[in-house]
C-alpha cells in the first residue's frame, strides 16, 4: 500500500522561487505600489511575501526595470540612469503656484504640521484654494488632531507624493543646499529650516505619536 501523506502537507507553501513569480505578477499588474500585507493577503497560505521581495530585489539589481521601496509598499520602477528614455512620455498636467510648492515643501519638511503653523513659517496666510490642489492630488492627507486648543487638524505628505519623487521616506528629501540650487529658497530666510533628520519632523506613519495628538 502506498503510504498518505500527512494533511497537514496539502498547507505547504510554494517553492520560493515560485513565491518571486507571485509577487512579480502582482507588482507589473498593480497600477499603484503594494504593501507586504497586501501581497501576503493575495498569496497562498503560509508564502513569505517580504522574504520573496528580499529576493525578487537582488535579482532586479543592475536591470532596466527595479524593485523600490515606497514608504510602506513596493513597486517596480524605471532604473533612474535610464530616466532620459521616458521623457517623451512624461505629461505635465498641473503646475504648481509657488505658494502651493511653498506650502508642500512645509508640510513635507515640518510634518505633522497645522495650517496656523504653515502660516507662520511662511508669514503669509494659505489660501484654501493651495491646500485644496495638494489634496485633490493626492500629495498631502490629513494627520491627526493635535490636543490643543480647537483641536487643529494636522497635515502630513503622502504615499503618491514619495513615489512620484521617488522618495523612501521624508529622510530622502532634499537637504538646504540642494533647495537652494533648485531655487526654492533664494536669498530669504528659508521657511522650511528644519532638517528631514530630527525627530519630530517625519511622521509618514500616524500610530505611535504619543499623547500630542489623537484620532
Known amino acids: 500500500m502506498s503510504e498518505i501523506e500527512p494533511a497537514d502537507s496539502l498547507f505547504d507553501a510554494p517553492p520560493m522561487a515560485e513565491q518571486e513569480r507571485m509577487v512579480e505578477a502582482i507588482l507589473f499588474a498593480s497600477a499603484e505600489p503594494v504593501t507586504v500585507k497586501e501581497l501576503s493577503d493575495r498569496m497562498p497560505h503560509g508564502c513569505d511575501a517580504g522574504a520573496a521581495l528580499v529576493h525578487l530585489e537582488k535579482r532586479y539589481e543592475g536591470r532596466g ?12 520602477r524605471t532604473a533612474p540612469d535610464l530616466g532620459f528614455l521616458m521623457q517623451r512620455e512624461t505629461v505635465e498636467q498641473r503646475k504648481l503656484s509657488r505658494a502651493a510648492i511653498e506650502t508642500l515643501a512645509i508640510i513635507a519638511y515640518h510634518q505633522p504640521v497645522t495650517r496656523a503653523e ?6 503669509v496666510s494659505v489660501s484654501r484654494g493651495t491646500v485644496d490642489q495638494l489634496l485633490e492630488m493626492d500629495w498631502i492627507r490629513f494627520g491627526r488632531r493635535r490636543l490643543s486648543p480647537g483641536r487643529p487638524v494636522t497635515f502630513v505628505v503622502t504615499q503618491t507624493f514619495l513615489d512620484h519623487f521617488g522618495l ?7 537637504g538646504l543646499a540642494e533647495l537652494r540650487a533648485a531655487g526654492l529658497l533664494e536669498s530669504r530666510p528659508a521657511p522650511f529650516g528644519s532638517s528631514p533628520d530630527d525627530d519630530d519632523d517625519e511622521v509618514i506613519d500616524d500610530e505611535g505619536q504619543g499623547d500630542m495628538f489623537e484620532d
Not at 523612501?168 to 532634499?174: F, G, K, N, Q, V
Request: hydrophobic share 50%.
Open 65 to 76: 526595470v527595479r524593485l523600490v521601496r515606497v514608504g510602506e509598499a513596493w513597486a517596480f
Open 118 to 123: 504653515i502660516e507662520e513659517i511662511r508669514g
Open 168 to 174: 523612501e521616506s521624508a529622510r530622502d528629501l532634499p
